[in-house]
């Protein structure tokens, strides 16, 4: 299965703007991680694939099927884990996860099987009589994840997943979406940028409502050296504002500044290094370039 988007837009009734303008994409099966700054379509892009918004103009299709037409089929592959995940806080762990699976028309037979093995998977099979106004948010966003899983769905799409989870269970997240990635396509939408380096192969990422990269993570990265540098200065030293537009990060070393940035020439000043780019790098260069790098 792979989904074909192709010059995608909506702009919501009385805006002057896009939401989304001439969104063009392929997703081929594994992990997409899609990744933007707030308000750059990432939100609506995912609810129009998710059937819950229609789209203004543009083709959509998901495998065989299209989008809105075939929209009642398309929910039959999907698992969907919105950004804020809610149920009725008086059911019980077990309940929520028969409720939404009852809704995915998943047999009770097979509900009796998975939802304690789903359960077992995010560390919530001990929490399966607890009502989920009990529960802390970490938990809840574990259930969120098990119920998108429910149905053993060909399509899923989570938005924030990892929100509110410790490194433990973020770990175990990792593992397992690891294992769900072999032969369907997950769109993970995330601000944790380490969360997309370690499980997405391809990334798009988004900027006012366009499309300013999508393919490799590992060719993304690639492209990005000899032009990421780190330099070290004093704490009172002042940083040369040639480049400060440029800074990815500033941490403290040994009672000095290591400030880490991009240049797309070599820098004329003392203490600096070229090093090897990562993905965090590799958005901050391409988001300051406003799309000039595709």
Do not use: W
């Amino acid at each position: 299965m792979m989904i074909q988007i192709e010059d995608l837009s909506k702009q919501y009734y009385g805006s002057k703007t896009k939401a989304l303008d001439h969104i063009n994409l392929t997703i081929k099966p594994g992990i997409l991680g899609l990744v933007g700054e707030n308000g750059a379509g990432k939100t609506t892009l995912i609810k129009i694939l998710a059937t819950m918004l229609k789209k203004t103009s543009g083709k959509i299709h998901i495998g065989d099927y299209e989008l809105p037409k075939d929209e009642l089929k398309i929910r039959q592959s999907l698992g969907y884990l919105p950004q804020n995940f809610n149920l009725f806080n008086t059911l019980t762990v077990y309940e929520a996860m028969d409720y939404i699976a009852s809704l995915k028309n998943i047999p009770p037979h097979i509900r009796k099987e998975e939802i304690p093995r789903l359960l077992e998977e995010v560390h919530l099979q001990n929490k399966s009589q607890e009502q989920i106004k009990k529960l802390s948010g970490g938990m809840k966003q574990r259930l969120g994840i098990a119920t998108s899983l429910l149905g053993n769905p060909s399509f899923i799409i989570m938005d924030e997943p990892t929100v509110g989870l410790d490194p433990t269970e973020r770990l175990n997240f990792r593992n397992l979406l690891s294992k769900y990635a072999d032969d369907r396509i997950i769109i993970l939408s995330s601000h944790i940028i380490s969360d997309i380096s370690m499980l997405c192969h391809d990334i798009a990422i988004m900027q006012k409502g366009t499309m300013t990269y999508s393919g490799s993570t590992s060719q993304l990265i690639k492209s990005m050296r000899n032009k990421i540098y780190v330099t070290s200065i004093d704490k009172k030293q002042e940083i040369n504002p040639q480049y400060q537009k440029n800074i990815i990060s500033i941490s403290l070393k040994e009672e000095r500044l290591e400030v880490r940035f991009f240049s797309d020439t070599v820098p004329n000043f003392e203490n600096t290094v070229c090093v090897e780019p990562c993905l965090e790098d590799a958005y901050f260069y391409i988001t300051s370039k406003s799309g000039d790098l595709k």
